[in-house]
C-alpha cells in the first residue's frame, strides 16, 4: 500500500494548472500524443535534483519478470484491482458514509479507476513490473523519485481525485492516509529516506498464488538494492503478508493506523536493510 504523494499535495481545486513555459510545452505534447513506453531491459533513471546527482539504474529483467508499458496499464491495474478487492486500506476511500447509496459495481468501478491512476503514474516515475500473464504486478519508486509534480499527477489522472472522491472520502486521502504515509516514511528512514527502494504495490491474482511470482518480483529488485547497499521500504495493509515479506529479509519497525471510519485500519511498516554478498554465501 502506497504514499504515492507527497503531504504537501492538496486537492487540486482546478485542472488548470500554472507551469512555467518550459514545462508548458511538455504539458501540450502529454495531452495530445502520449506515446507508449518501450523500456529496454536496463534504464537509467535521473533522481530529482537536491537529492543526489548519481543515476538509479534498474535492475535487468530476469526470471520472467519483466516491465509494464503505458500501453499495458489497464491490465496491471486490473491485476491490482484483483488482488486488492477486499483490502481496507484499499477500500478505506471508497466504503465511506456519503457513499452509501452507491452500488457495489459504482465503488468496484471507482476501486479500479483509483488503481489505475496509480499505476500509471509509476509507469512514468517509477518501476511497474509483471510476471505471466498479468498474474502478479508490482509497483515500485525507485530512490530519489516521487510522483509529486504536475505533469504527472495531470497525465496520470490523479488529479481527478478530486472529483471522483466523495467529501469524505477526499478526506481521507489527502488529509490522512498521504500525510500519515509520508511523514512515517520519513520518521522510519530518516536521511536514508531519499535512498530506498519503495514497494508501493505487490498483488498477485487469486488465480495465480502459489506459483513465486511475489517472490520474482521482489528479488528482481532486491538483488541490485543489495549491490547498492540500499533498504527497501513497504506499508502492508494485510495482516497476513508480514511473515512472508520477512522470508525476503523485511522486518516490521511499527504499526500505524488509519482512524477516520470509527475503527484502526492498520498498516505494517517493514524495512529491508541491505544483505553483503559475503553473508549471502555464509
Known amino acids: 500500500m502506497a504514499k504515492t504523494l507527497s503531504s504537501v499535495i492538496t486537492p487540486v481545486t482546478s485542472c488548470n494548472f500554472t507551469v512555467e513555459s518550459k514545462s508548458s510545452s511538455a504539458l501540450k505534447s502529454a495531452t495530445t500524443n502520449i506515446r507508449v513506453n518501450e523500456m529496454p531491459a536496463s534504464i537509467r533513471i535521473l533522481k530529482q535534483k537536491g537529492k543526489t546527482d548519481a543515476a538509479t539504474l534498474l535492475p535487468p529483467l530476469t526470471d520472467g519478470v519483466r516491465v509494464v508499458t503505458a500501453a499495458e496499464y489497464k491490465r496491471a491495474a486490473e491485476c491490482l484491482a484483483e488482488a486488492f478487492g477486499q483490502d481496507d486500506v484499499a477500500r478505506y476511500f471508497i466504503d465511506v458514509p456519503d457513499r452509501v447509496h452507491w452500488t457495489e459495481e459504482q465503488k468496484w468501478a471507482l476501486h ?79 536521511a536514508r529516506e531519499h535512498e530506498a527502494w519503495y514497494l508501493v504495490y505487490l498483488g498477485t491474482k487469486p488465480s495465480g498464488r ?49 482512524q477516520r471510519g470509527g475503527r484502526n485500519v492498520p498498516l505494517d511498516i517493514m524495512v529491508r536493510e541491505p544483505v553483503a554478498k559475503e553473508k549471502k554465501r555464509t
Not at 217 to 230: K, W
Request: some cysteine; glycine content about 8%; proline content about 5%.
Open 112 to 190: 479500479v479507476e483509483i488503481l489505475e491512476y496509480i499505476t500509471y503514474a509509476h509507469i512514468l516515475k517509477g518501476l511497474v513490473t509483471t510476471v505471466g500473464d498479468f498474474e502478479a504486478v508490482a509497483l515500485w519508486m525507485p530512490p530519489g523519485q516521487n510522483m509529486d509534480d504536475y505533469l504527472t499527477i495531470f497525465r496520470s489522472g490523479m488529479w481527478r481525485l478530486n472529483y471522483r472522491l466523495s467529501a469524505e472520502g477526499k478526506r481521507r486521502f489527502f488529509d490522512e492516509f498521504l500525510p500519515l504515509l509520508h511523514d512515517t516514511m520519513h520518521t522510519t528512514l530518516g
Open 210 to 258: 502459489g506459483n513465486g511470482h511475489a517472490r520474482k518480483l521482489i528479488e528482481h529488485v532486491t538483488r541490485l538494492a543489495d549491490g547498492e547497499g540500499r533498504p527497501c521500504y513497504l506499508e502492508s495493509s494485510n495482516a497476513s503478508n508480514p511473515p512472508i515479506y520477512r522470508k525476503f529479509g523485511f522486518e516490521e519497525t511499527r504499526r500505524i493506523c488509519l
